[in-house]
Structure formats: C-alpha cells, structure tokens
C-alpha cells in the first residue's frame, strides 16, 4: 500500500490549462477504473472532484476532468481561477477493499 | 445536507488507546458504506479503514491493522474507530467520509472536518 506518485506542485496563470499525475501499479490505478481525485484548501476538508477516473459529482465545475492511460491517471483543471489554488490528492481503489491515496499536489495560480 | 461530525479525538500516551466516534445526518445512514482517513499534520491523506453498509465487511490499512477497529451503529447513525496500541506515527487529524455511492464500496464523497489525534508522553 504505497502511496501514488504525483508532482509536489503544479502552477499556471489565470486561465490557463494545468494537468496533475498520479501515477501507481497495475495492482491499484491501472487495474481498476476506479480513480478518484480530492480537492482541500488549507485547514478544510478535502472535496470530492472526480470519481470513477472521469465522473464528475453534481455541483463540480465542468473546468475539472479526469483520464487514466494505463498506471497512471490525470487530473485537468482548464480555465485556472483563483479559487483553483489548493491541495490535490488522486485515490485509487487497490483490492481487497482497500484505496490508497497519492502524495498530493499544491497547484498555484500565478 | 449531509453532515458528519467527528469527536473523541485528543492527546494520548503511546501504547495508549482512543476511540473516535462519528455522528451522521442528513442521509440514508445504513445504505451506505464508510471510510476513517487521517491527515499528519502538513502531510497528505492516508486511508486507514471501511466498513460496508451492513457492517457484515471491513477493510483495513496496512499500518492500522490489528490495532484499529472500524464499526457503526445503523441504529444510532454513527460510526467508530478504536484505535489501540498507539504510536507517535498515528498523530493525524480523523476524517470520517461517506461513500459515493450507496451500498457498494465506493471510494469517500462527503467529508467530515476531523478530530484531531495527539500520541506524545
């Protein structure tokens, strides 16, 4: 149960188009469609973006979307805003009945 | 709306033992199944444990297992941790979280705001 690889940070400029890597094993993300993806602002708790790699829950902004190809899946977030400055953490289901989560991203909005 | 109040979080002495409780409203509570995830401070999420809707199936972490015991209370719509044998590593903030989806094992959607753990002598 080892935690997925994601970048330690991520920037981009109002508007612009940014992509966020999780990245696992054949034995969580790339055996299962089952990736989900959390956004947390400091001090609160983490929010439901993405689930099923690329469902959005109701109330998500269509700015935020989800891919998977192979061990790893992708977090996109389009039209950056200022309120996308956050914490970003992927989930992956890994058998047994058990998830394990990546190592988070801090994406900054310049 | 759906709420989830987490409690009995606090300081503990290694070895020592808590349990964690998790008030639910505003949703179908024996319907669905539940997860505990935990935060080290300034780190990131850690899945611990889940628990199907009936209670009939529970899934643990690696590093809790043996130690921690995840169980709810439909009749009361509340779920609990016990965390036994404590070490310094569990010091986190508790999540509780709702799944997605009803009565399947699906991954957390709705979040709690935590209570937070302290193991230090």
């Known amino acids: 149960q080892s935690a997925l690889t994601q970048p330690a940070s991520v920037s981009g400029s109002p508007g612009q188009s940014i992509t966020i890597s999780c990245t696992g094993t054949s034995s969580d993300v790339g055996g299962y469609d089952y990736v989900s993806w959390y956004q947390q602002h400091p001090g609160k708790a983490p929010k439901l973006i993405i689930y099923?790699?690329?469902t959005r829950p109701s109330g998500v902004s269509s700015r935020f979307s989800g891919s998977k190809s192979g061990d790893t899946a992708s977090l996109a977030i389009s039209g950056l805003q200022a309120e996308d400055e956050a914490a970003y953490f992927c989930?992956?289901?890994?058998?047994?009945?058990?998830?394990?989560f990546g190592s988070g991203t801090e994406v900054t909005v310049l | 709306q759906v709420q989830l109040v987490e409690s009995g979080g606090g300081v503990v002495q290694p070895g020592g033992s808590l349990r964690l409780s998790c008030a639910a409203s505003?949703?179908?509570?024996?319907?669905?199944?539940l997860h505990w995830v935990r935060q080290a401070p300034g780190k990131g999420l850690e899945w611990v444990a889940l628990i199907l809707f009936d209670g009939n199936e529970k899934h643990y972490a690696d590093s809790v297992k043996g130690r921690f015991t995840i169980s709810r209370d439909n009749s009361k719509n509340t779920l609990y941790l016990q965390m036994d044998s404590l070490t310094p590593d569990d010091t986190a903030v508790y999540y509780c979280?709702?799944?997605?989806?009803?009565?399947?094992?699906?991954?957390?959607?709705?979040w709690g705001q935590g209570t937070l753990v302290t193991v230090s002598s």
């Open positions: 099923d790699v690329n």
């Open positions: 505003g949703f179908t509570f024996g319907s669905y199944a």
């Open positions: 979280a709702k799944a997605v989806v009803v009565i399947a094992a699906t991954p957390p959607e709705y």
């Open positions: 989930c992956s289901y890994a058998g047994g009945g058990t998830y394990v």
